[in-house]
């Protein structure tokens, strides 16, 4: 059973050339949104037609949130949004407890919270008006349509969750490891080594260096490629590929 991947962005949170990083995820027509930078519809266009795929909001089975950082998050307002107005449903979103707990006082409610209506009336909203929310569990995969979703937290700045998203079983299992944004970890390196296709995050700060990633064995790196690096990121002669905006991958 065949799992893609599109890089729907690559970039960082400072990034003047590229889309903050995010993904879609696709299995026998159905979709993963993981991560939901601004502006959500307009990445969907231009790296899905680059890509070869015509994806919208309403192409995705559901959203996956890593974690709460704007350049991962600055999108949910608009797929909230464009869901309650556009498609009338409620947008299913998929995320740890620690991410959630704060989605909506500390990162909505400021500019979702009170709706005018064209008379002038005021209607007070609440997280279950625009999404419908559904828990990752670290003990155990969580099912969305053919994926099994699998969490583990890194080490960040705010609640993060590395992800493993697996499609069928025995010889046509296939396995995509996500290492979301953290700083360089050796227990979650053999954590994602279960993917067939690993993409890990590399950058500065409280994030991984690029040299710890280079010095791993030549087999896991060729099943790894890079994202989330910072515009300057040489491009050449790299122990690992990088992706780039609108490269599709079958697993």
Same mark, same amino acid.
């Given at each position: *059973?065949? %799992?893609e991947v599109i890089a729907l962005g690559v970039g960082d949170a400072f990034s003047a050339e590229h889309y903050s990083s995010c993904l879609a995820v696709g299995c026998d027509g159905a979709w993963l949104l993981i991560d939901c930078p601004h502006p959500i519809r307009k990445i969907l266009r231009e790296s899905g037609r680059a890509a070869g795929v015509d994806l919208d909001v309403a192409s995705f089975t559901a959203c996956v949130v890593t974690h709460l950082h704007a350049d991962h998050a600055s999108g949910l307002e608009g797929l909230g949004y464009f869901?309650?107005? =556009? %498609?009338r449903r409620? =947008? $299913?979103l998929i995320a740890h407890p620690a991410v959630t707990a704060r989605l909506w006082d500390g990162h909505l409610a400021a500019g979702m919270e009170d709706l005018m209506s064209p008379g002038g009336d005021v209607a007070r909203r609440g997280l279950d008006d625009y999404f419908a929310i559904e828990a990752l569990d670290e003990a $155990? /995969?969580?099912e969305v349509g053919p994926f099994r979703i699998e969490c583990r937290r890194t080490i960040h700045h705010v609640p993060t969750t590395a992800l493993r998203i697996t499609?069928?079983?025995? /010889?046509?299992r296939r396995c995509l490891a996500y290492s979301a944004d953290t700083a360089f970890d050796p227990t979650l390196i053999e954590w994602l080594s279960a993917g067939? %296709? @690993? @993409?890990h995050e590399t950058n500065l700060g409280v994030h991984t260096p690029y040299e710890s990633l280079a010095a791993l064995p030549e087999p896991l790196r060729a099943r *790894? $490629? !890079?994202i989330h690096y910072p515009d300057e990121f040489p491009r050449e002669d790299r /122990? @690992? $590929? !990088? %992706?780039h905006q609108g490269d599709r991958i079958v697993v």
């Open positions: *059973m065949p %799992l869901s309650f107005f =556009a %498609l409620p =947008a $299913r $155990r /995969a969580v499609v069928g079983d025995g /010889a046509t067939d %296709l @690993i @993409i *790894m $490629r !890079l /122990a @690992i $590929r !990088l %992706l």
